[in-house]
């Protein structure tokens, strides 16, 4: 194999790579990647957020209270959403998340939300923190409140 060729060869598997690592959510890099809202680094995982568009297109978040205002209700059926589980601060999809509003959470961007993969320790969280409990992400994007405070 000459060297074109190899070049070639390695390029497609590196191609095949980064698609794959494209269904999932995004890398990032504390105080290096920039909210796709409000332009602030994401320095916390807990409150990070990212969604992927019909079209592929990735945003990345520093308060799902900017994903929030970034995202119409409609965008719900048509993107992918992801969280940071505030348990485990383990990414979680979208779907599959229940969200605290509350106004004594203190999030970079004054937001108010957590998420939550386990909707009984989410429950437990709301009474906590004197706030509410969203059950999922149709309900999130929908909400009129900004974080507890409604």
């Known amino acids: 194999m000459d060297g074109r060729a190899f070049v070639l060869v390695a390029a497609?598997?590196?191609?095949?790579?980064?698609?794959?690592?494209?269904?999932?959510?995004?890398?990032?890099?504390?105080d290096r990647t920039a909210c796709s809202r409000c332009g602030m680094l994401v320095s916390e995982t807990l409150f990070a957020a990212a969604s992927r568009d019909q079209h592929g297109v990735v945003r990345v978040f520093d308060d799902i209270g900017c994903l929030r205002k970034a995202h119409a209700p409609a965008d719900a059926g048509s993107a992918t959403f992801w969280f940071h589980d505030a348990q485990d601060r383990e990414w979680i999809d979208g779907r599959q998340a229940s969200f605290v509003a509350?106004?004594?959470?203190?999030?970079?961007?004054?937001?108010?939300?957590?998420?939550?993969?386990?909707?009984?320790?989410a429950e437990v969280e709301a009474v906590a923190r004197h706030g509410r409990l969203l059950t999922s992400l149709d309900e999130l994007l929908r909400d009129t409140g900004d974080g507890g405070t409604r």
């Open 12 to 30: 497609l598997a590196l191609t095949g790579g980064c698609r794959a690592a494209a269904d999932g959510p995004p890398a990032i890099e504390l």
């Open 102 to 121: 509350s106004a004594s959470l203190q999030t970079p961007m004054g937001g108010g939300f957590l998420a939550f993969r386990d909707r009984g320790v």
